[in-house]
């Protein structure tokens, strides 16, 4: 799942290709365009024939979906393909298992409800008696979901939370339980780790929506910068408290926000930690619109149903053009704010604050 992740073998893919012949439900044109793509990208490479004519409409899907493919090397393509026909076959047979008429819900997450239908995958942040605070395990699943989501035939993806935050950030308790080697290898492994979390937004390759349904804060909020729209309800704030966590700023923020804002207004909020309301947050550019508590769900979900019936290809390809020169940045970017945090969470002002937050004697 992590960028560590082992390469499929020859084997592997030769035993992918012969399960897609196995599959008992057609996975549908979308699926099989990228099935297709991937097998042509891992046997042939780039995709260098002339394209077909407009009208050879079957043809032309196909050459398309190579194409866009670019130069994804022949190994990257292979895992790919193995990692879309395992995501395929793991569906069906939790599909076959659910109760007729329900939506398919993707199960294995401890705290997370996955869910598809309408062509939206929506992943939910669902421990909310801890305000949805990110544990280490979380990352992993949101890891895991945003991958598969990225290969799954949904056109939109969603990010929500459940109850009345969104996210509360951080589990500040994720630095309490030190391995055998010491702060120093906490400190390395968390770095390592929040690059490859926030890699996956940055590559996110299809439309990413994020359903503010409540306050965020920490790293809830730094990552909006990496979303293609935001919607909040208006009980929503957005709080970057670093300064107080002794923290450095993470997600990308450190790009995104000045921006996104202007380096002043991200200044106060990544430096100070002013905490923005929804309103203020959708004038500075962090959010796209902003609804009334009490019609937010309904309003924002019609919407979102409406654009997942849009053609997913041109939605793909728009944000590709609208990101992909950002992308190197990004990551060199999110090398840089790991590298930095690496040294905080070792620093005493960042032991301190987390053990006074942790011994309720200071609340944000
Ligand atoms: C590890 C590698 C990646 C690192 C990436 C770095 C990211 C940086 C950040 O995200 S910084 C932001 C960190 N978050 C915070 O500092 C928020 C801390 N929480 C609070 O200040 C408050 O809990 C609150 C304002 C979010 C909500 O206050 P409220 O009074 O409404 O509710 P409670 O405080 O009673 O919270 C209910 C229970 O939830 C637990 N909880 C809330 N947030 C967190 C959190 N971030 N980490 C751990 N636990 C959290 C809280 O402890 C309560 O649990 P309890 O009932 O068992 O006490």
Same mark, same amino acid.
């Given at each position: ?92 047979? &939790? ?94 492994? &968390? ?56 923290? &450095?700023?993470?997600?990308? &923020? ?111």
């Amino acid at each position: 799942v992590s960028g560590t992740a082992m390469r499929a073998s020859q084997e592997d893919f030769e035993n992918a290709m012969n399960q897609v012949k196995l599959l008992k439900k057609d996975p549908g044109n979308e699926v099989k365009l990228k099935l297709y793509a991937l097998y042509k990208q891992a046997t042939e490479g780039p995709c260098s024939i002339p394209k077909p004519g407009v009208f050879d409409l079957t043809n032309k899907a196909k050459w398309d979906a190579w194409n866009v493919l670019g130069n994804l090397p022949k190994e990257t393509a292979r895992q790919n393909y193995v990692d879309l026909v395992s995501s395929l076959t793991s569906s069906s047979k &939790s599909s076959s298992q659910a109760k007729p008429g329900a939506d398919r819900e993707r199960q294995g997450y401890e705290n997370l409800v996955v869910t598809s239908e309408d062509g939206i995958t929506k992943i939910m942040l669902n421990r909310p008696i801890k305000k949805n605070a990110i544990s280490t395990q979380m990352y992993h699943e949101i890891m895991l979901a945003l991958k598969t989501a990225s290969k799954d035939d949904s056109t939109i993806t969603v990010l929500t939370g459940n109850g009345d935050y969104y996210c509360s950030g951080n589990d500040l308790t994720n630095f309490t339980d030190i391995p055998a080697g010491g702060v120093e290898e906490k400190a390395k492994n &968390s770095a390592l780790m929040l690059r490859d979390f926030v890699g996956c937004f940055i590559d996110f390759p299809k439309p990413l929506i994020a359903v503010v349904n409540g306050p965020a804060v920490g790293i809830g909020v730094t990552t909006l910068g990496l979303f293609d729209v935001v919607y909040a309800s208006d009980k929503a704030t957005f709080h970057t408290p670093f300064g107080h966590l002794g923290l &450095s700023p993470e997600g990308c &923020s450190s790009y995104t926000f000045p921006k996104i804002m202007g380096p002043a207004k991200a200044a106060e909020m990544l430096i100070f930690g002013k905490k923005l309301t929804a309103r203020e947050a959708c004038a500075q550019g962090l959010v796209t619109e902003v609804f009334p508590d009490s019609i937010f769900q309904k309003e924002v979900w019609t919407r979102l149903k409406a654009y997942s019936k849009l053609p997913p290809n041109a939605m793909r390809v728009s944000k590709q053009v609208i990101r992909n020169t950002e992308k190197e940045k990004l990551h060199a970017v999110n090398a840089e704010e790991c590298r930095v945090l690496r040294e905080r969470w070792m620093s005493d002002e960042c032991i301190n604050a987390a053990m006074n937050f942790l011994s309720r004697r200071a609340k944000l």
